[in-house]
Nanobody, 123 residues
Framework: QVQLVESGGGLVQAGGSLRLSCAASGRTFSNYAMGWFRQAPRKEREFVSAISWSGMSTHYADSVKGRFTISRDNAKNTLYLQMNSLKPEDTAVYYC????????????????WGQGTQVTVSS
């Protein structure tokens, strides 16, 4: 049974930083691509970033490119999202997702999900 547990969300001022973590269990973490999605109030869940099984390949939504960095530690079964230069429009619930593939594929919508962690950016 796949379990994904996010942490690290909170309230931060615009321009600040947060680091999200996602602890994974239930499957061999290093076999699968991972990603982050977010959902703002009254909006659909959207893709933020993804990383391949090895960490060698990363992908970002245009809205976060240059500000967010995804990474993973396969020895710790943990996924990270470093978020810098945060903006009020980054306010959302952030979800960790695990793929059933080794690599990210355009249009991937997530196979397994965590419960989410709230990120609020004040102006």
């Amino acid at each position: 049974q796949v379990q994904l547990v996010e942490s690290g969300g909170g309230l931060v001022q615009a321009g600040g930083s947060l680091r999200l973590s996602c602890a994974a269990s239930g499957r061999t973490f290093s076999n699968y691509a991972m990603g982050w999605f977010r959902q703002a109030p009254r909006k659909e869940r959207e893709f933020v970033s993804a990383i391949s099984w090895s960490g060698m390949s990363t992908h970002y939504a245009d809205s976060v490119k240059g500000r967010f960095t995804i990474s993973r530690d396969n020895a710790k079964n943990t996924l990270y999202l470093q978020m810098n230069s945060l903006k009020p429009e980054d306010t959302a619930v952030y979800y960790c997702a695990q793929s059933s593939a080794r690599h990210y594929h355009t249009g991937w919508r997530g196979d397994y999900w965590g419960q989410g962690t709230q990120v609020t950016v004040s102006s």
